[in-house]
């Protein structure tokens, strides 16, 4: 029997012809023999997926079975690459059982549930549609398209979202720059969670502060400090003769009379542009989001601000409660941690000469 025949002759024979008439027969009842079995393990369950997968791909070896024949065999290993979680191969099957046939239904479905588990929403939808247009009804298809639709619309949801997360942090970060604001790393983040200052329609900060009583670390939230108010207006509301004294403050020495508010002349570090502006995007849809700003250092990242003050200076600045948020954050010894954080003390204290002299510091 004549096994080889050199590509592109023709049998000299009858003989030869039936000999390769014969290999033909055999190699084609082999592909098909391979195709069933491979049928069988995949209806034995997930052990024998893998099984399945060698006697598909056995069969398509053969190179004797007809495009359409081979699509469906295609087609079958890309459902069981999509029941092992192999996506990627699983598409690549779909997408030749599609070039091979290109009405095969089932494989238009798979192409579309890789694609789907792949991420590809577009190419997912192209496939289902493909697929309904060769069987208007299959509710299978119908089915997957509708998950499709549900799920683009919601990444298209998402990306508004993260557009304009990143658009308002932007605008929030231009506002503190053009200010001349510095911004340091959060601090107290156990007290003051997430909170954001917050641009308003007229381009103006309002931040959300926090008030630490020094004496016994207790603190107070102003969750709406607009730069433009000054600080009287604030502590004459918390402290208003209506209120009851403080819950630990037995000998009723925090009175409106009694209370200064001080910041720290800071030794901490400015952050960069594009650290601030991650900090501004912190709980936000664009949280996660890569390639936000100037990745590179700004000059500004780095820089110790702690001898702002001068040599001798005061570690605590009272603040004049006349004056305006802005006026304080703008200090060029003043590093926002986060958020604004200022001190409370009470001049009838006894902890307050200890306080004033530089004595007592927040705890690591």
Same mark, same amino acid.
């Not at 359409?68 to 990627?88: P, Q, T």
């Not at 557009?163 to 983040?189: H, N, T, V």
């Given at each position: 029997?004549?096994?080889?025949?050199?590509?592109?002759?023709?049998?000299?024979?009858?003989?030869?012809?039936?000999?390769?008439?014969?290999?033909?027969?055999?190699?084609?009842?082999?592909?098909?023999?391979?195709?069933?079995?491979?049928?069988?393990?995949?209806?034995?369950?997930?052990?024998?997926?893998?099984?399945?997968?060698?006697?598909?791909?056995?069969?398509?070896? $053969? *190179?004797?079975?007809? +495009?359409?024949?081979?699509?469906?065999?295609? =087609?079958?290993? &890309?459902?069981?690459?999509? @029941? !092992?979680?192999?996506?990627?191969?699983?598409?690549?099957?779909?997408?030749?059982?599609?070039?091979?046939?290109?009405?095969?239904?089932?494989?238009?479905?798979?192409?579309?549930?890789?694609?789907?588990?792949?991420?590809?929403?577009?190419?997912?939808?192209?496939?289902?549609?493909?697929?309904?247009?060769?069987?208007?009804?299959?509710?299978?298809?119908?089915?997957?398209?509708?998950?499709?639709?549900? $799920? *683009?619309?919601?990444? +298209?949801?998402?990306?508004?979202?993260?557009? =304009?997360?990143? &658009?308002?942090?932007?605008? @929030? !970060?231009?506002?503190?720059?053009?200010?001349?604001?510095?911004?340091?790393?959060?601090?107290?983040?156990?007290?003051?969670?997430?909170?954001?200052?917050?641009?308003?329609?007229?381009?103006?900060?309002?931040?959300?502060?926090?008030?630490?009583?020094?004496?016994?670390?207790?603190?107070?939230?102003?969750?709406?400090?607009?730069?433009?108010?000054?600080?009287?207006?604030?502590?004459?509301?918390?402290?208003?003769?209506?209120?009851?004294?403080?819950?630990?403050?037995?000998?009723?020495?925090?009175?409106?009379?009694?209370?200064?508010?001080?910041?720290?002349?800071?030794?901490?570090?400015?952050?960069?542009?594009?650290?601030?502006?991650?900090?501004?995007?912190?709980?936000?849809?664009?949280?996660?989001?890569?390639?936000?700003?100037?990745?590179?250092?700004?000059?500004?990242?780095?820089?110790?601000?702690?001898?702002?003050?001068?040599?001798?200076?005061?570690?605590?600045?009272?603040?004049?409660?006349?004056?305006?948020?802005?006026?304080?954050?703008?200090?060029?010894?003043?590093?926002?941690?986060?958020?604004?954080?200022?001190?409370?003390?009470?001049?009838?204290?006894?902890?307050?000469?200890?306080?004033?002299?530089?004595?007592?510091?927040?705890?690591?």
């Amino acid at each position: 029997m004549a096994l080889w025949v050199e590509t592109g002759s023709e049998p000299m024979t009858e003989s030869e012809k039936a000999d390769l008439d014969a290999i033909a027969a055999l190699k084609e009842s082999a592909a098909i023999e391979l195709k069933e079995k491979g049928n069988q393990y995949v209806k034995m369950g997930k052990k024998h997926y893998n099984d399945a997968i060698d006697c598909y791909t056995r069969a398509i070896d $053969q *190179k004797a079975l007809s +495009e359409s024949d081979n699509s469906v065999i295609f =087609s079958n290993r &890309a459902h069981v690459n999509l @029941l !092992l979680g192999n996506y990627r191969r699983a598409l690549t099957d779909a997408q030749e059982a599609i070039r091979l046939c290109p009405t095969n239904v089932k494989a238009l479905y798979r192409a579309a549930k890789a694609s789907l588990a792949l991420n590809l929403l577009s190419e997912a939808k192209s496939h289902c549609e493909n697929g309904l247009a060769h069987d208007p009804n299959n509710e299978e298809l119908k089915k997957l398209l509708r998950q499709i639709d549900l $799920q *683009k619309f919601e990444l +298209e949801q998402r990306e508004v979202q993260v557009s =304009s997360a990143i &658009a308002e942090a932007k605008d @929030l !970060l231009s506002a503190i720059e053009s200010r001349g604001y510095k911004i340091g790393k959060a601090m107290f983040r156990e007290l003051t969670g997430l909170r954001k200052p917050v641009l308003d329609k007229n381009k103006i900060l309002h931040w959300p502060v926090l008030l630490l009583y020094a004496e016994v670390m207790s603190s107070d939230f102003i969750e709406d400090f607009c730069e433009t108010d000054i600080f009287s207006a604030h502590l004459d509301m918390m402290f208003l003769e209506s209120c009851p004294p403080l819950p630990w403050d037995k000998e009723n020495n925090y009175t409106r009379e009694a209370v200064e508010i001080y910041y720290e002349a800071s030794s901490g570090v400015c952050l960069s542009k594009t650290k601030i502006l991650r900090y501004l995007l912190e709980g936000t849809a664009a949280s996660n989001v890569e390639g936000i700003g100037d990745e590179e250092k700004d000059a500004s990242e780095g820089s110790n601000h702690g001898n702002f003050a001068g040599k001798g200076s005061p570690k605590w600045i009272k603040i004049n409660e006349k004056r305006t948020l802005h006026d304080v954050l703008k200090e060029h010894n003043f590093i926002i941690q986060g958020i604004p954080v200022f001190y409370v003390v009470s001049k009838s204290s006894s902890f307050y000469e200890e306080f004033k002299a530089g004595k007592w510091s927040p705890p690591p």
